[in-house]
């Protein structure tokens, strides 16, 4: 089955734990991204990658960071969260080639205290 | 800068009433795409249609049509006697022509709330 994963689905934490919340997609899409989704702000971009290896910053990259060593894999990494980055977290992937439709994943409910 | 507009906040309506969502949109470019998600209460996104910039066409799937109109940039969503499960909140979303799907800005979206 064609799909998106996240792990883990809900996290609580405290300020200043760093945390990896994995991404993995099984459809060999090129495109991958992070999306925060806020209260009254709708889904805004994180970060996003075209391929292995080649990242850029979205529209909130702040505080976050990411890497994309192998093409299924895309995790987002908090070094040192903070409060403000309590929120519900998408990750997506998409293909130009095949249908350019944006997959989701399940999301990922954070908490930091 | 692109730009998605969704003015409505939230829509209630009564089972079987037809309902528009609207959507403005703001780009540069001349070759762009626009879509449509729905987040049921459950929590996911669930895609509903992509339409390039370059077919107007209007197009319906089931109780669900879509108006597209470059000269009001406007991507508008009817669903066609609502039900109880068309309960959610749904998203516009546009991106660039040279990358399609990977940097996706969306509305703040519209939460539909369906009453039998």
């Known amino acids: 089955e064609a799909q998106v994963t996240q792990n883990p689905r809900y996290l609580i934490t405290v300020t200043g734990k760093k945390l990896t919340v994995t991404c993995s997609q099984n459809?060999?899409?090129?495109?991958m991204s992070w999306y925060r989704q806020d209260p009254g702000l709708g889904l805004r971009q994180i970060y996003y990658?075209?391929?292995?290896?080649?990242?850029d910053k979205g529209d909130v990259p702040e505080g976050y960071k990411v890497s994309r060593k192998e093409k299924r894999n895309f995790p987002l990494i908090l070094e040192s969260p903070s409060p403000n980055q309590t929120s519900l977290y998408f990750c997506?992937?998409?293909?130009?080639?095949?249908?350019?439709?944006?997959?989701f994943g399940p999301g990922t409910r954070l908490t930091v205290l | 800068a692109q730009k998605v507009t969704q003015a409505q906040t939230e829509i209630s309506v009564v089972e079987k009433e037809d309902v528009t969502l609207d959507c403005v949109y703001e780009t540069r470019d001349t070759t762009y795409y626009l879509f449509w998600y729905k987040q049921p209460p459950s929590g996911e996104l669930v895609f509903l249609i992509r339409?390039?910039?370059?077919?107007?066409q209007n197009e319906i799937s089931g109780r669900y049509s879509w108006n597209f109109q470059k000269s009001t940039s406007s991507f508008n969503f009817t669903i066609t006697a609502s039900q109880v499960v068309d309960s959610a909140v749904y998203f516009c979303a546009l991106s660039e022509a040279w990358g399609g799907s990977e940097k996706l800005v969306f509305g703040k979206g519209t939460k539909l709330t369906v009453n039998p």
């Open positions: 990658s075209m391929n292995v290896e080649v990242t």
């Open positions: 997506a992937s998409s293909s130009p080639v095949l249908s350019d439709e944006q997959f």
């Open positions: 339409r390039n910039s370059f077919d107007e």
């Open positions: 459809m060999n899409h090129e495109y």
